[in-house]
């Protein structure tokens, strides 16, 4: 990779990151970032590894800061709650070419990963005494919702820049 592209490699990574910081403390603020009912917008951005293989170590980043950044947290929390991020960026990347009908399904990874692995975070690592069936619900609604309606929303919106100077 040429210094140039790995400079706007880099700095698209990390731009990412921020993003996902960012909008994860906002809903920090309204007690929704983490816990049983989590509504993180900062899952929308998980879309972003279609158009950009950067967004991949950028989402995982962000995520990772972020989980480090949440009151009373446990290890736990802070590496499998980024895996199930990085797991989702990384399906959604591999499933960049389905025909545009379909863009939508590009959120499963994500919406998949963190309903399967976030429960057991929720369980394990802090004890809580709702069922798996329960928690992976609470997680699950807000991932459609986050991940999914949102994702697909803001797909739709940067699919009218993709031919502009903003992706390359």
Do not use: H
């Amino acid at each position: 990779m040429k210094r140039k592209q790995l400079t706007l490699y880099t700095t698209r990574g990390a731009l990412i990151a921020a993003l996902y910081v960012i909008l994860t403390e906002l809903a920090t603020l309204v007690g929704l970032s983490s816990g049983v009912i989590q509504f993180r917008i900062s899952e929308a951005l998980c879309i972003l590894p279609i158009f950009l293989p950067e967004a991949i170590p950028g989402l995982f980043i962000g995520c990772l800061i972020s989980n480090m950044l949440v009151p009373g947290v446990v290890i736990w929390d802070i590496i499998f709650g980024s895996l199930a991020t990085l797991i989702g960026a990384v399906g959604a990347r591999m499933l960049r070419n389905l025909p545009e009908r379909y863009k939508w399904a590009a959120t499963l990874p994500t919406i998949i990963a963190n309903v399967v692995i976030v429960p057991f975070v929720l369980i394990f690592a802090y004890g809580a005494p709702d069922s798996y069936p329960y928690l992976a619900l609470t997680v699950g609604i807000g991932e459609i919702v986050c991940a999914g309606v949102g994702g697909s929303a803001l797909y739709y919106l940067l699919k009218k820049y993709e031919k502009t100077n903003l992706f390359r």
